[in-house]
């Protein structure tokens, strides 16, 4: 996290027995005192 910015990343995933999936993972840092990262929010949803 050295801008701490949220990130977005798209793309595919593979899955064991299935075909490609579709992915989307959002990655926002976040911070108690304002400065400082000290814990980050991840999402991911897959979708095929």
């Known amino acids: 996290m050295d801008h701490c910015r949220p990130i977005r990343v798209t793309g595919t995933a593979q899955h064991a027995g299935k075909d490609f999936l579709a992915a989307e993972s959002v990655n926002m840092p976040l911070s108690t005192d ?15």
Do not use: N
């Not at 304002?34 to 095929?48: E, I, K, N």
């Open 34 to 48: 304002g400065r400082t990262v000290d814990r980050l929010f991840m999402v991911t949803v897959f979708s095929y």
